[in-house]
């Protein structure tokens, strides 16, 4: 849920060259050169908080146009929706709600984050708790 955007081509990927099923989608909930902050609201429900905001320095904004979020904004992907809950003074997204269709532990759900050069499993946080993913991008704070 933190790292690159190489993750989103890297989880289908291997699993297909191995001759293994590929995931039907991959959302990336995620990128940060900073650390993100997540939150389980409820059975169906991630709040991830950024670090100075989504979309911080210009590698993230790579793809993106300067138009600002709209706060409460939804953007409806395969298995989920993200609300804009909370936005910086500029615009940019500062803590997202991702409402999963089914509940965060149904089978067809596999969370992952990259951590020192790999992708591991993300185990949600109890309802209520959070759970810092520290930025693993090296000489970036």
């Known amino acids: 849920m933190t790292g690159h955007e190489f993750t989103t081509f890297y989880v289908p990927i291997v699993p297909t060259l ?67 809950r909370a ?13 999963f269709d089914e509940v965060l532990e149904h089978h067809s759900t596999r969370l992952l984050y990259f951590e020192e050069g790999s992708i591991e499993l993300f185990s949600p946080p109890p309802i209520g708790e959070v759970v810092t993913l520290e930025s693993n991008l090296p000489g970036i704070r």
């Open 87 to 99: 936005v910086t003074a500029d615009g940019r997204p500062e803590t997202v709600d991702f409402v």
């Open 18 to 84: 191995r001759g293994e099923p590929a995931p039907a989608a991959v959302g990336l909930l995620a990128t940060s050169s900073r650390d993100v902050y997540v939150e389980r609201l409820d059975d169906h429900t991630l709040s991830l908080e950024v670090e100075r905001g989504w979309l911080h320095g210009t590698g993230e904004r790579i793809a993106r146009d300067t138009t600002p979020f709209v706060l409460d904004e939804g953007i409806q992907r395969p298995g989920f929706t993200a609300y804009v």
